[in-house]
């Protein structure tokens, strides 16, 4: 059987984007991230992130940046506070990752 070639464009075939690796720290902040938005109906704030990590607030924030300059988050700068959203990519690979901690009844 031929093997299929993925095209180097970071592109799904049905045409969804790529996402990059991300590394342990990006990825537990990721999924803190989308487990707080669930359960509290409202996304961290950096310091919450931090929190939860056991980092400091710019520490967060670096991670925070990370995520958004890969394609995970973005922030929306209508908001002073808890301006970091999740985009639709990264909340289609948590639901894919989290079966597990989100089971659905």
């Known amino acids: 059987m031929a093997e ?8 799904l075939p049905d045409g969804g984007r790529l996402l990059p690796v991300l590394a342990p720290r990006q990825l537990e ?6 487990s707080y938005a669930i359960k509290n109906r409202d996304y961290p704030t950096g310091g ?13 924030s670096s991670v925070l ?3 958004v300059k890969k394609g ?13 959203r999740l985009t639709e ?3 289609e690979k948590m639901q894919i990752d989290a079966g597990d901690l989100f089971p659905r009844t």
């Open 4 to 11: 299929i070639a993925m095209p180097a464009t970071g592109v």
């Open 29 to 34: 902040a990721l999924r803190f991230i989308y």
């Open 48 to 60: 919450e992130v931090g929190d939860a990590m056991g980092m400091t607030k710019q520490a967060a």
């Open 65 to 67: 940046t990370t995520l």
């Open 72 to 84: 995970y988050a973005y922030r929306d700068r209508n908001l002073s506070e808890r301006n970091i």
């Open 89 to 91: 990519a990264a909340k």
